[in-house]
């Protein structure tokens, strides 16, 4: 591990990041790409426009680049690692396995965010984002996993948003605390707000992570 990547907020492509971590040296990571797709279903059939506004500004990654970052967080899984994935509802329907393809990663397990707000929405309006848990062979439970009263369904309200696709701190830091302990490194190499930036500081958790466009100013 590079030491200047640990615990520091950056402005960095996530594939730079993965190059500096040593496979099989990180406990956990979240994974939260900016999907094309649900974009594309929510143009409510005007080209370019949602609701009468522009397409978000964010960068979004097309899926040769979700399944290229997805082979290089297998690699610095640790073995019975887990990564937590951000799904939204349109992937979710219309299936994920192909992206993990002749990897070692399997579906455990996966818990809905009840954001107890009202998002987008033409047909209904969103209200929940969905996170897949894919652990890394070999297939480990008791010893991997330390907390048992994560519900699969989780409420958690984020006030005063500072980034579009801010994910619940206390959900990471339960998900964390079942899954590492302390000076393991956790790794967002997508990190938006740096909420899991955030988890790590306050369990005394490394973590390693960048973001594309946003860095210390967030």
Not at 143 to 156: A, F
Not at 210 to 218: A, L, P, S
């Amino acid at each position: 591990m590079n030491a200047n990547i640990i615990n520091k907020k950056q402005i960095m492509n996530g594939m730079d990041l993965f190059s500096q971590i040593n496979d099989e040296e990180v406990k956990i990571v979240f994974f939260d790409p900016q999907y094309r797709g649900i974009l594309d279903k929510m143009k409510y059939g005007n080209e370019g426009v949602s609701r009468g506004k522009k397409r978000s500004s964010l960068m979004q990654m097309d899926e040769n680049t979700i399944i290229e970052f997805l082979r290089e967080i297998e690699r610095i899984l640790s073995k019975s690692g887990y990564l937590f994935l951000w799904v939204d509802k349109f992937h979710l329907i219309e299936g994920i396995q192909a992206w993990f393809k002749g990897t070692s990663l399997e579906t455990v397990d996966m818990i809905t965010w009840n954001k107890e707000k009202m998002g987008m929405g033409y047909r209904t309006r969103r209200k929940s984002e969905y996170l897949v848990i894919l652990q890394k062979l070999p297939r480990l439970a008791k010893s991997t996993w330390s907390i048992h009263n994560i519900p699969d369904v989780w409420n958690e309200k984020i006030d005063n948003k500072i980034h579009t696709h801010q994910k619940p701190l206390e959900l990471q830091k339960q998900l964390i605390l079942a899954t590492t302990n302390e000076n393991d490194f956790v790794c967002d190499p997508a990190s938006g707000s740096y909420s899991v930036f955030n988890a790590c500081k306050a369990l005394n958790r490394n973590f390693v992570g960048c973001d594309i466009e946003f860095g210390d100013k967030i």
